[in-house]
């Protein structure tokens, strides 16, 4: 049936399992606001999505929202890079995988799991813990932790969600893709410890003084017109959490004294001796 519905249908109803399946809640609202149409269009087109999927989504008369059951099982394809861009950016005008070619391109090694994904988003956007398993160096089989998830971020290698460990007793980065399975825990209420205004890390910036590596005096010039730098130097304010996995995807040589080498080595961090914070260690250069 889904496939002799209108594209515009299906836009539709698309827009429905997306905001249900990573925010949690959705609401006809969502759909006249979004696309222009009436509030009978909107209850008919949630008829619709409930007789395609019948148990995805469940009316909540007391919030006036139906809310995504956590069994669901989504009935429309959705590609991992328009998810994980539409998240961050916002809506665009298609959710299915593009057809044919295109003229740009994003390039991942690997995609990310949308049904772990689309746990955490809920889990931020409704304020609730998750129990999950993670696999990690010092336990490459997995280990149950109980974390309090408020935002996820691309590290430029790989996507990351920020949370409070319960564990640790502290916020820490858990990538997405070791997280094996994830459970929310929905009854609970969350400490204000630990929820995003707590984590101090997420909520400084700081200012990251980027100019040409000092050894490429040569081709100054053309560094600086690439990455439009002004006087010499690009300054990018960026989450202090995030500085060291930005610096390096950026391959942004961070040594004292300037001193690596490499092709792909062509910037350095010109206030590095003024920034110090924990992720830095990450940062090529940092033990030099």
């Known amino acids: 049936m889904f496939d002799e519905l209108s594209g515009y249908q299906k836009e539709l109803l698309a827009h429905i399992e997306f905001k ?36 995805n989504i ?104 920020r949370a409070y460990d319960r564990k640790r007793q502290s916020f820490i980065d858990f990538v997405v893709n070791r997280i094996k399975s994830a459970v929310p825990l929905k009854n609970e209420p969350i400490p204000d410890s630990q929820m995003i205004a707590a984590d101090d890390d997420w909520n400084t910036f700081v200012a990251l003084e980027i100019q040409p590596h000092p050894r490429l005096a040569g081709i100054k010039d053309v560094i600086e017109f690439e990455y439009r730098m002004i006087g010499g130097v690009l300054v990018r304010k960026v989450r202090q959490a995030l500085a060291g996995y930005l610096l390096d995807s950026w391959n942004v040589d961070v040594s004292d004294d300037a001193s690596l080498e490499g092709d792909h080595i062509m910037l350095h961090l010109k206030n590095t001796l003024q920034l110090h914070f924990k992720g830095k260690v990450l940062a090529p250069g940092a033990n030099c």
């Open 58 to 161: 469940i009316y909540r008369p007391n919030i006036k929202r139906y809310e995504w059951q956590e069994h669901a099982k989504p009935i429309i394809p959705i590609s991992p890079a328009k998810c994980l861009g539409t998240l961050i950016d916002g809506f665009g005008d298609s959710y299915a995988h593009i057809e044919g070619e295109t003229i740009a391109a994003r390039n991942s090694l690997v995609n990310t799991d949308l049904d772990i994904l689309s746990v955490i988003t809920r889990a931020i956007k409704r304020k609730h813990a998750l129990r999950i398993c993670y696999l990690s160096k010092t336990n490459p089989q997995g280990s149950y932790r109980e974390i309090v998830p408020h935002s996820i971020a691309d590290s430029g290698l790989r996507w990351h969600v």
């Open 20 to 55: 249900g399946r990573f925010f949690g809640l959705v609401s006809r609202l969502d759909l006249t606001s979004r696309f222009e149409i009436s509030d009978a269009s909107a209850t008919r087109t949630f008829r619709l999505y409930n007789k395609l999927a019948p148990d």
